[in-house]
């Protein structure tokens, strides 16, 4: 099994960005997908969660810019990140989850509980104001 993130880099305030997570290794329409991230000297926040159904939610704080997308035929998961502020620098971290039965909030609140059994290595996003 594996989650490689990729699409991190250096933006100013208001620029979008496109992480990418690409899976392998299972079977990608059975698990439930969601974006964390982690800064430095703050506490871990989860993003954004999509269930199987492709049912999403997000933490408030990116609700309204970030969105959260996946393609069942290329085994990936999006987070499409637009109006990026300096507070949205951030590893950010993909993960997976082999379990549909849930609801979005339910799926991102696992994420914040960090209860997903597999884990990318992260990408970088950087937002200079």
């Known amino acids: 099994v594996q989650l490689v993130e990729s699409g991190g880099g250096f933006v100013h305030s208001g620029e979008s960005l496109r992480v990418s997570c690409a899976a392998s290794g299972f079977v990608f329409d059975d698990f439930t997908f969601g974006w964390l991230r982690q800064a430095p000297g703050k506490e871990r926040e989860a993003v954004s969660a999509?269930?199987?159904?492709?049912?999403?939610e997000y933490a408030d704080s990116v609700k309204g810019r970030f969105t959260i997308s996946k393609d069942n035929a290329k085994n990936t998961l999006y987070l499409q990140m637009d109006s990026l502020k300096p507070e949205d620098t951030a590893m950010y971290y993909c993960a997976a989850l082999p379990y549909s039965a849930m609801t979005a909030i339910q799926a991102l609140d696992l994420m914040t509980k960090r209860q997903y059994t597999f884990w990318g290595r992260g990408t970088q996003v950087t937002v200079s104001s």
């Open positions: 999509i269930t199987t159904d492709g049912i999403t």
